[in-house]
């Protein structure tokens, strides 16, 4: 694995040196975009507006407008900005996992120890796994400010990204569901359903079949096949159908 960012989390006064990984990678298929005439691959250009050039990386730039002009950014500008940020995890406090709305979840992260960072990096693991408690705090990644949670997970500290509460949108016009009446029957039936089908969470029980299934496919048209098409009606249960297909779930 390769570190995509390196630099210390804040524990109190305790600097502890670690470095970033990705923790996820993708299970879907790498589809490339063709042109149907000829089958050739689709690519993208970095182009000039104005001259209708391509442009190198190596000479772009980002940049903000401002009262109708372009401010050029530099890297040493996203240092300035706030370099304590840039180079370290600040912990500024601790919450307990299940207060956080899974809403507020994005990407993973593992954290892994520097050298002469092991002890330190252990006492931190073994803190919040005995007080079974997460680290809040913010660090700067590629430009952008993240608001990040540390736990510990099978022998490594976990960084997630979480959300700010601003980048959250309201539901517009949300149904009023303390207003919808259920029965008595209906709400038994649910919870017994609910109770009945309750396990162990088990991640390793899940698979991305569809990335498989599409493979498959895939696979056959190479050979000439022509994939058929499975078409699937979802019947909506409705209001005076719903005890009556509780009742079906039930067995």
């Known amino acids: ?16 040196p670690i470095k970033i990984y990705s923790a996820t ?7 490339d975009m063709l042109d149907r005439k000829d089958g ?9 507006e104005e001259s ?5 990386w190596d000479n772009i730039v980002k940049g903000y407008m401002l009262k109708d002009k372009y401010v050029v950014l530099e890297d040493a500008d996203f240092e300035e900005a706030m370099p304590e940020k840039n180079k370290m995890v600040n912990l500024q406090t601790f ?20 050298k002469a960072g092991e002890k330190a990096y252990a006492l931190l693991y073994k803190a919040l796994q005995k007080s079974k408690m997460a680290g809040l705090g913010t660090f700067v990644m590629r430009s952008s400010e993240n608001l990040a949670i540390v736990k510990p997970s099978d022998n490594v500290l976990v960084l997630n990204k979480i959300r ?25 039936m649910a919870m017994q359903l609910i109770k009945m089908n309750s396990k162990e ?34 019947e909506n249960t409705k209001a005076t159908d719903l ?4 009742k079906a779930s039930l067995g």
Do not use: C, H
């Open 25 to 31: 990678q993708s299970s879907s298929l790498d589809l």
């Open 201 to 234: 969470f088990d991640i390793s029980a899940f698979k991305n079949e569809y990335s498989s299934e599409l493979l498959k496919i895939i696979k056959a048209k190479s050979k000439g096949k022509r994939a058929t098409i499975r078409k699937i009606k979802v």
């Open 164 to 188: 700010f509460q601003e980048e959250i949108r309201e539901v517009e016009d949300p149904i009023n569901v303390s207003g919808i009446k259920i029965s008595k029957a209906e709400m038994d």
């Open 1 to 16: 694995m390769k570190a995509i960012w390196t630099g210390a989390i804040g524990f109190g006064l305790v600097n502890i």
């Open 40 to 48: 050739a691959r689709i690519k993208y250009k970095r182009v000039n």
């Open 95 to 114: 919450v307990k996992l299940e207060e956080i709305d899974s809403i507020y979840f994005d990407t993973p992260y593992y954290l892994l120890p520097q």
């Open 243 to 246: 005890l009556e297909k509780l």
């Open 52 to 56: 209708g050039k391509e442009v190198e």
